[in-house]
């Protein structure tokens, strides 16, 4: 049976992300902080974005409308993870997760709203189970720390908005703009906001510059790279309410991956997350 393109597009996303989530602690824990992982992971988006562009001959969309929507685009994606980033030193991360990883929710109702996307009743019950898996993937142990005021709660949502509306906008952008000029836009404002994550680097604590720093972050940020670039691709020839809720399962692969490289045994809730996951995916791979 020939697999449709969205799904292919969409598998190797969920693929791509799931062993990127993985590995890219080895580089943090070695000492290379995460903001610093911005900036490689935004460098790592230039050379994907040129063989992007030379897939359709070098032919960018540069008026205004394309250049908004796609920065518009890139801002949402990027702009969340900076935020994420400062969510996490003020609260907590058992709580800040969860709340973050039900972004597929904003993206399936604009879509059902404003793009009259509608799925077969087996997709809807797929995308309803990736919905209960996704929060029981997103499960963190508590911490002893509540956090610091209601600041982070605050940005944990605007993420939360952020990321639910990029993949709509992204959708939407499909009707007038080429996947590979989306992307570049993407890679753009990725690169224009490496200072804001520069500026939230502490360089007062042991930086490792070695090859498990920088090196060993940009062979594992191409992951990230190259799944954001076969996640457009997954939006243009997908629906969105299948499309993202799928890749943000990601967390399966990771947690599998964890298991054989570093022996760790998923939470019972985890354990269960993945389960529906597994029964999700097969429901929304119609």
């Known amino acids: 049976m020939k697999i449709k393109p969205w799904l292919l597009f969409a598998i190797i996303t969920t693929l791509f992300w799931g ?11 070695a000492g290379f902080p995460a903001t610093l992982g911005y900036s490689v992971w935004a460098l790592t988006m230039i050379p994907c974005s040129l063989v992007a562009l030379k897939l359709i001959n070098w ?11 796609g920065s518009m685009v890139g801002f949402l994606g990027a702009g969340g993870q900076l935020i994420l980033f400062q969510a996490l030193r ?4 058992y709580l800040v997760f969860p709340i973050i990883s039900l972004y597929p929710v904003v993206t399936i ?4 709203l404003f793009l009259n996307e509608r799925a077969a009743r087996r997709s809807w019950l797929g995308i309803v189970l990736a919905l209960f898996a996704i929060i029981l993937l997103s499960y963190q142990p508590p911490e002893n720390s509540a956090g610091r005021g209601l600041l982070w709660l605050f940005l944990a949502f605007f993420v939360f908005f952020f990321w639910g509306i990029q993949a709509y906008v992204m959708k939407f952008s499909h009707e007038s703009m080429k996947a590979e000029s989306i992307f570049f836009y993407m890679m753009a404002t990725a690169v224009v906001l490496i200072p ?13 510059w070695g090859f498990r720093g920088p090196y060993l972050a940009a062979m594992i940020q191409v992951l990230n790279a190259v799944g954001a670039l076969m996640f457009v691709y997954a939006v243009r020839f997908g ?3 299948i499309v993202v809720p799928m890749t943000a399962l990601a967390p399966v692969i990771t947690i599998i991956l964890s298991l054989i490289i570093y022996a760790v045994i998923p939470h019972p809730i985890t354990l269960a997350g993945m389960v529906f996951a597994v029964a999700a995916i097969y429901l929304m791979a119609e």
């Open 90 to 93: 003020t609260g907590p991360a």
């Open 109 to 112: 109702v604009l879509s059902v």
């Open 239 to 241: 629906k969105a309410i």
């Open 59 to 69: 032919k960018l969309e540069y008026d205004k409308r394309s250049i908004f929507l």
């Open 19 to 29: 062993v990127w989530g993985a590995l890219i602690e080895i580089p943090e824990k």
């Open 196 to 208: 804001v994550a520069l500026l939230m680097t502490d360089f007062t604590q042991d930086i490792n």
